[in-house]
């Protein structure tokens, strides 16, 4: 890894213009990691950084650090050619949906990920299967560069670290969870408040979307699939946006005898993007099955059919897969 660091330190540093791009309708790990980076960046080697999203911006992150600086990638020109391109937590090329012709005509692409499915589509590649979030990388490069790492920097680490192990409860937490989470403590973070600022401080109408989204519930193989479907009608009643459906799924998988949960949501476009959570099963090798990709008890995917036919055609290759 420490080639690795020293290659992605040489191209910020030859770099004029750099570009920080996060998957499209971002969580708390991808958000958190491209403002970390952007501020050790922008701290450190004193170069101007565009941080953006693709999607809807989740309003329960605005807590976050220069969480303002977030730009929108339609906001800037598709001809513009950057020095330097870096993806943070984007599994995938196409998770930059609008800003993957940004990347590809950068001079020098980095891809910083952690996903197991990432084919490595960068010139530079620092990729982590194990690692419990892009934030646990970063920390390890900034370390290995010797910079200083603000408490606003661990702040976003953290909420990177927070979120992508569920608050600490998920498969992919350690020992080594820990120990970093003890030292972003150190350095100002207090553990509480990033809890709520990030867990509970949902807006009512979200509570009450969430609540009626469970409420439809399907339930197959005794009880072992639970499957839940959201329309535009649903979305459109509740005026609720994108970032509405995050954590709805890990909700499902909470019930006792759950070993695969999955929310299909209808898109503008008429196709299904689904969200899956297992206990036990690799459900990575579902979501290849549709060209999606993850984690081995968190992944995604989007299915290019109505909501009604993808969600027969995803209940059956689950069943499969649970047979």
Request: aromatic share 10%; charged share 25%.
């Amino acid at each position: 890894m420490d080639k690795i660091y020293s290659e992605i330190r040489e191209k910020i540093e030859q770099a004029d213009s750099i570009i920080i791009f996060s998957h499209v309708n971002p969580d708390g790990d991808t958000l958190g990691s491209n403002l970390a980076l952007s501020m050790v960046i922008e701290e450190e080697f004193h170069k101007k950084v565009d941080s953006v999203y693709v999607g809807n911006l989740p309003n329960i992150y605005s807590y976050l650090p220069s969480f303002g600086r977030f730009k929108d990638v339609q906001t800037i020109k598709p001809d513009k050619k950057y020095d330097l391109a870096i993806a943070v937590d984007v599994a995938s090329k196409d998770r930059m949906v609008l800003g993957t012709n940004i990347y590809d005509n950068s001079v020098n692409k980095i891809n910083i990920d952690h996903h197991k499915t990432n084919v490595g589509y960068g010139d530079i590649n620092l990729i982590d299967g194990d690692a419990a979030c892009v934030g646990v990388l970063l920390y390890k490069m900034f370390m290995e560069w010797n910079v200083k790492i603000t408490k606003d920097t661990a702040r976003c680490i953290y909420t990177s670290l927070l979120t992508d192990t569920g608050g600490f409860k998920y498969e992919n937490t350690t020992s080594d969870t820990f120990i970093l989470a003890s030292e972003l403590v150190k350095k100002g973070v207090s553990p509480t408040y990033e809890f709520r600022s990030c867990y509970e401080t949902k807006p009512q109408s979200m509570v009450q979307f969430q609540a009626y989204v469970v409420s439809k519930t399907i339930f197959y193989n005794g009880g072992k699939i639970a499957f839940a479907k959201i329309t535009r009608s649903d979305m459109s009643k509740f005026n609720a946006t994108d970032d509405y459906t995050e954590g709805i799924a890990e909700t499902l998988r909470t019930s006792k005898d759950v070993e695969i949960a999955a929310i299909l949501k209808e898109t503008k476009e008429g196709y299904t993007k689904v969200s899956l959570r297992s206990k036990t099963v690799d459900i990575t090798k579902i979501v290849t099955d549709f060209g999606g990709g993850g984690h081995t008890f968190a992944a995604g995917c989007t299915i290019k059919k109505p909501i009604a036919i993808a969600f027969d055609k995803l209940l059956q290759r689950v069943q499969s897969e649970l047979e």
